[in-house]
């Protein structure tokens, strides 16, 4: 549904120079810097899959999504969405994607949703009986009934970025790209934004990218991930995996029975492989090669009076961390 092939995109960034006399030889003589903002990334994307785009700030993955809209021309590289050149944008292809900012609005301020979704209707000319069937289903799946009359102004930030979900499906494309669409809401908007996202693409089958800053949003939508880091694609491929990959380590948290000297609790710790996290009694986090946790555990075990003992993965949140700081290093090192 979505194929990228080496696509870059390179701005060109006017750089300007301290002082006063700097800035009137500028008028006459500009200097400009290149920016890669994406730099020959592939992937491939089947129809109805949700992925999840993570980068750092700056990474490209804005970019890639107002490419992938056909808002910015390539520099270089191909693209074909839904067996479309989106920098073309043809009719056709306009009423097939959409892309939601969860930091911009396409809602006018001073009037009511409703009205919104109306011109949206007369721009991609959506008969009145699939209009009205498809504002029963918003409303009913995002809880609308008493948001979309008021005038958006008096809307709170989470019943504002329902209404630009809806404004933004209302032509029922089947490629979505959702851009922080949670960002800045309560951990039960964001959910309730997340079960509707999840039901479109269900009912739809509608093929989705998104980026989020919240990682709860990507593991609970995304099987697979794509990470990008300086304009460079660093990882694609499950979730599941991207923790193998980037964090060999799992953590063991224990709970002790008794106070045992530190230099001993450490002592164990190494002998099975093992390095100690923290250790405030009762707790002690430990960490060690993923392959070796069973081992380890077991050791543990034995040595210390242990009375609890979980093992767990690390987070997405430090997992996704150490992907972008292993991406940053490899970039210094080409
Ligand atoms: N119009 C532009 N002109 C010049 N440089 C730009 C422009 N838009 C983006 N950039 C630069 O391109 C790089 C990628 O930006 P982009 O907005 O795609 O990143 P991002 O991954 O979406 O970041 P964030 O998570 O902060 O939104 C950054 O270095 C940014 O400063």
Not at 99 to 127: C, N, R
Not at 237 to 261: E, Y
Not at 304 to 317: A, F, H, K, Y
Request: charged share 25%; hydrophobic share 40%; with cysteine.
């Amino acid at each position: 549904m979505i194929h990228v092939e080496g696509l870059t995109k390179i701005y060109r960034v006017h750089v300007r120079q301290p002082g006063f006399v700097a800035s009137l030889r500028s008028l006459f003589h500009r200097e400009y810097r290149e920016v890669a903002a994406v730099d020959g990334i592939n992937f491939d994307i089947p129809e109805g899959q949700i992925v999840g785009f993570l980068g750092p700030n700056g990474a490209g993955k804005t970019t890639t999504m107002k490419l992938l809209t056909g808002l910015l021309h390539p520099t270089s590289g191909r693209i074909e969405v839904g067996g479309f050149v989106p920098f073309r944008q043809q009719n056709a292809f306009k009423k097939r994607v959409s892309l939601v900012m969860g930091q911009k609005s396409q809602l006018i301020w001073d009037i009511p949703a409703s009205e919104t979704f109306l011109i949206h209707k007369e721009i991609y000319e959506i008969p009145a009986a699939s209009f009205k069937e498809r504002i029963d289903y918003f409303t009913e799946m995002l809880d609308l009934s008493l948001i979309i009359d008021k005038p958006v102004r008096q809307l709170s930030l989470g019943e504002r970025m329902k209404c630009e979900l809806v404004a933004a499906l209302l032509h029922r494309p089947d490629i979505v790209f959702l851009d922080e669409p949670t960002i800045g809401l309560d951990v039960n908007m964001q959910e309730a934004l997340r079960r509707f996202i999840q039901s479109y693409n269900r009912d739809y089958k509608a093929t989705i990218l998104l980026t989020s800053h919240y990682m709860a949003d990507v593991s609970a939508l995304c099987e697979r991930v794509l990470v990008i880091n300086d304009g460079k694609l660093i990882y694609d491929g499950a979730i599941s995996k991207l923790i193998d990959r980037f964090s060999p380590m799992k953590r063991i948290t224990l709970v002790l029975g008794a106070k045992i000297d530190t230099s001993v609790v450490e002592a164990a710790v190494r002998n099975g492989g093992g390095r100690v996290v923290a250790y405030d009694y009762p707790q002690l986090e430990v960490e060690g090669p993923r392959e070796e946790v069973t081992g380890l555990s077991a050791k543990l075990l034995t040595e210390l009076p242990v009375i609890d003992l979980t093992i767990e993965d690390p987070s997405l949140e430090s997992v996704i961390g150490l992907a972008y700081s292993e991406g940053a290093a490899g970039e210094s090192r080409r």
